[in-house]
């Protein structure tokens, strides 16, 4: 999953891009509002953090313009305003949360899990997927309560598939949401991840729960139950 | 001790002004009538001399004789006030007398022998009866011997005193009814000069109370420099409180971004240090949320056009219902579109933002909104707010230790804690109170009232 960090404090920016990547993330960052509207209107964005007070351009002014160029990825607000009608503002200017500085790491990775999965249109952050449980916060998998050990680049192909049920996803959007924009990506890679996953997840290749469709992409074929 | 009004002061001093310019006046008029009388009086008894001079014989002896035909009864009539003695020697030496038939039964009184041509008038001192004109007459006898008289006309003094005395009472009785038509003119003058200064002095009682933000209104020419200038005041006053309230608030905000690098730094370290440098930062966080935040804050309730509270909070559960959209929370509003309250948007917001936060964190599915007017008479009426939720609840026990958390800053942020804080302290800036109970709907419920002003 891809995360958009506006944040103009270098030093804050730096850590938490650290953490998101820790957990798993694909994060691009920026200082200034008009370079991370650029970055949110180009790139295919999941999710984005955006602080309030930006130079260039207000974060406020930011979301506002995401939204009204169709861009409907979760964005969570982070600001050192914790008043009401600045959060107010912040979710009638289009945000989905809302964060005040300063805030514990952990709460606020639950926060970016919880937008996640719910963009991904699951309420619980534990996914039911035919004989496979999958917990979005620990980001583990189990089949049958057995846990299945995942490296992370299996488990963000994995979670990027749960995360869009029913679509057919390509090649390059798999890359693109698990790589950075700077890093080298090569799309054969993909296919890699989706042999190894399929051989971990489903050893006796009887389920076929990622279907291939050839020049097209992936889909994933359980139904899932929330 | 007080003051005397400057009303009293004014109507004192030029009552005091008025009795004194008013009594010389009547003093120098009194006068001026009395002399005017004398010198009447005078004039009257020169032409006495002169008619008892027409009537005044001497012989060759040079002795005296008068002839007693008066037309004038007052010089007749015995006791009359009006007395004319004639005082003289004739040729030998031998004395010559004749008063006029008035003075019968007088004892003959001490006359001021005159030179001839010499006028003497006197008036009456202490003990004298009254007033004396004595004119001394040289009598030219056929033989050239000049023999000298006094014609003294004596007037009893009551005969001037009836008559000033009657002028001065209508002096005094017009000047007395002048003083009291200036002095009540006066006070008249002042009620409605001293109007305008009524009024700033309600218009500032306005501004201090908070219905009004400048002095508005038609003031007098003289008392617009007084108007302009505290209005100038109160601006200056004004922008000096927001460049505190706005510099206490950059700087809660400027601390908040350092303080979020310390602790998204923490994790990275581990350890012992974190957990301690962990609750520092948190205590930090609450110390600026709960007292730098609210420092500026005023606690004046100023002239805020009243804020719609169904509007307002329409929009803080819209903003909710999107942070917490997977719990699918049921709201109910009970409440009267056109509730307002009095005060700042921005505490409004506040209040109910932090109260309903608590109640989408903790409650299952259900969260119950009520507000309703206090004291709706009154001109700015108060607020409650009644928010309920289904959740577990607040347990009693900690019901004390929350209310006492508001007014203490050492506590950990944790559940329905910080937010709370922050209403406390709003709900004391506009002196109400907030309790905490259980909700029918089983979880917490928590009570605000704001009293009117």
């Known amino acids: 999953m891809r995360v ?186 993909i296919e890699v991840f989706i042999g190894r996953l399929r051989r971990k997840l489903d050893p006796g290749g009887e389920l076929n729960m990622i279907e291939t469709l050839r020049g097209r992409g992936y889909r994933l074929a359980l139904v899932l139950a929330a | 001790m007080r003051s005397f009004s400057l009303r009293s002061r004014l109507v004192l001093v030029s009552t005091l002004v008025l009795v004194i310019a008013l009594g010389l006046v009547g003093f120098a008029l009194n006068a001026a009538n009395y002399r005017g009388a004398v010198s009447s009086l005078q004039a009257r008894m020169e032409s006495y001399v002169y008619l008892v001079l027409a009537a005044m014989e001497v012989d060759a002896d040079g002795r005296l004789q008068v002839e007693e035909e008066f037309s004038d009864p007052r010089l007749v009539q015995p006791g009359s006030g009006f007395y004319i003695y004639i005082e003289g020697k004739d040729k030998d030496g031998e004395p010559g007398r004749w008063r006029s038939p008035s003075s ?43 023999v000298p008289f006094t014609v003294s006309v004596m007037v009893n003094k009551e005969e001037i005193l009836q008559q000033t005395s009657a002028f001065r009472l ?76 706005n510099a206490l608030d950059s700087l809660a905000h400027s601390l908040k971004t350092p303080l979020a690098v310390i602790q998204a730094g923490l994790p990275l370290h581990g350890g ?56 699918m929370i049921q709201t109910n509003v009970t409440m009267d579109e056109k509730l307002v309250f009095y005060g700042e948007k921005r505490d409004l917001l506040e209040l109910m933002g932090n109260l309903l936060d608590n109640a989408f964190k903790y409650g299952k599915s259900r969260v119950h909104v009520s507000g309703e007017s206090l004291d709706p008479d009154a001109l700015r009426p108060g607020l409650q707010l009644r928010i309920e939720d289904d959740g577990p609840g607040i347990d009693e026990s900690q019901w004390e230790l929350l209310l006492q958390r508001g007014s203490r800053g050492d506590e950990q942020v944790e559940g329905h804690g910080l937010g709370l804080a922050i209403v406390m302290e709003l709900v004391k800036a506009y002196g109400g109170n907030l309790s905490i109970a259980h909700s029918e709907l089983g979880g917490a419920e928590i009570l605000i009232r704001l009293p009117s002003t």
């Open chain 2, 104 to 146: 019968l039964g007088l004892q003959w009184p001490v006359l001021a022998a005159q030179n001839p041509g010499q006028m003497t008038f006197t008036e009456p001192h202490d003990g004298d009866p009254g007033f004396a004109l004595h004119y001394g007459v040289g009598w030219q006898l056929p033989d050239g011997q000049i």
């Open chain 1, 4 to 189: 958009l960090l506006i944040e103009d404090d270098l030093r804050l920016q730096e850590t938490l891009s650290t953490h998101l990547r820790d957990a798993g993330y694909a994060v691009d960052v920026s200082t200034d509002g008009i370079e991370g509207l650029y970055l949110g209107e180009e790139f295919p964005i999941d999710l984005a953090i955006i602080d309030l007070g930006l130079p260039e351009l207000p974060g406020l002014e930011v979301i506002r313009k995401l939204r009204n160029r169709g861009r409907d990825f979760p964005i969570l607000v982070l600001t050192a305003r914790s008043e009401w009608q600045d959060k107010v503002a912040g979710l009638e200017a289009g945000a989905d949360d809302y964060v005040t500085k300063p805030f514990h790491m952990e709460e606020l990775m639950a926060r970016i899990n919880a937008l996640m999965r719910r963009a991904g249109g699951h309420a619980k952050p534990i996914v039911n997927l035919g004989p496979f449980t999958i917990d979005l916060t620990g980001q583990r998998v189990f089949r049958d309560g057995q846990e299945i050990e995942l490296t992370t680049y299996e488990y963000k192909v994995l979670n990027y598939l749960v995360m869009h049920p029913d679509e057919v996803v390509t090649k390059t959007a798999l890359s693109e949401h698990i790589y950075e924009e700077d890093a080298d990506r090569d799309s054969n890679v």
């Open chain 2, 272 to 327: 012992d240090a974190e957990s301690s440098m962990q609750n520092a930062v948190d205590e930090m966080s609450r110390l600026i949320a709960t007292r730098l935040e609210r420092a500026g804050t005023s606690t004046r309730r100023t002239l805020a056009q009243p804020v719609p509270v169904r509007e307002q909070l329409q929009r803080i559960l819209d903003s909710l219902q999107k942070v917490y959209s997977h719990k």
């Open chain 2, 170 to 245: 209508g002096l005094w009785r017009s000047l007395g009814v002048a003083t009291v038509i200036l002095v009540l003119s006066q006070v008249l003058i002042f009620f409605f000069g001293f109007r305008p200064l009524r009024k700033v002095a309600s218009d500032v009682a306005r501004v201090e109370s908070g219905q009004a933000e400048r002095l508005q209104g038609d003031y007098p020419r003289e008392l617009e420099p007084l108007a302009r200038n505290v209005n100038r005041l109160l601006e200056t006053e004004k922008s000096n409180q927001d460049r505190i309230r």
